[in-house]
């Protein structure tokens, strides 16, 4: 019987040390969804990633950031956007930032404009925007939409 509380002593306390551990490799992934040419709105996204970034930055944990742009929103990503100052130095401080631009929208501006659109540096060019958040989805990213 002693035997038996020994060992069930021994896994708890194993147990309880673990869990920090665990906590500590925890892996976050939001997606955050940007369709309006609004700096209001482009500003509260770049919000979002950077309360979300210093609550997991506290707590010890990691989380990975997309910002992903189409249509109107895509803006956000252009090299006059009222927002690049601000995106540059969040890059800068943020390795796990990432900003994606919709391929389909760029196009139809370059289209309308009939020249090609400069994007800022930080931004990746994707096919879709809607599918790239679909896939953000179905790799386990949480979506908001400020």
Same mark, same amino acid.
Not at 23 to 43: C, G, P, R, Y
Not at 61 to 71: A, H, K, N, P
Not at 74 to 99: C, G, H, Q, W, Y
Not at 111 to 123: D, M, P, R, Y
């Given at each position: ?5 020994r ?6 306390l194993v147990a309880?040390?673990t869990?920090p551990?665990?906590a #500590? &490799?925890?892996q976050? +992934?939001?997606? @955050? ?6 700096e209001?709105v482009?500003?509260m996204a770049?919000?979002?990633?950077k ?7 506290e707590?010890g944990e990691s989380v990975?950031i997309e ?5 109107p ?5 252009? #090299? &006059?956007?009222p927002v +690049?100052?601000? @995106?540059?130095a969040?890059?800068?401080?943020d ?12 196009a ?9 659109i400069?994007l ?14 679909m896939?953000l ?10």
């Amino acid at each position: 019987m002693m035997k038996l509380l020994r060992a069930i002593a021994a896994a708890t306390l194993v147990a309880v040390l673990t869990v920090p551990a665990f906590a #500590a &490799d925890a892996q976050h +992934k939001l997606a @955050i969804h940007v369709d309006e040419s609004d700096e209001q709105v482009m500003n509260m996204a770049l919000n979002n990633a950077k309360n979300v970034r210093s609550y997991y930055d506290e707590k010890g944990e990691s989380v990975d950031i997309e910002i992903v742009t189409y249509g109107p929103g895509l803006k956000m990503l252009t #090299a &006059d956007s009222p927002v +690049k100052d601000r @995106i540059s130095a969040m890059s800068l401080e943020d390795e796990n930032l990432t900003f994606a631009a919709c391929g389909n929208t760029l196009a139809g501006m370059e289209k309308k404009a009939g020249k090609t659109i400069e994007l800022v540096s930080e931004a990746t060019v994707v096919p879709s925007g809607v599918v790239r958040l679909m896939e953000l989805q179905e790799q386990g990213y949480s979506y908001v939409r400020p």
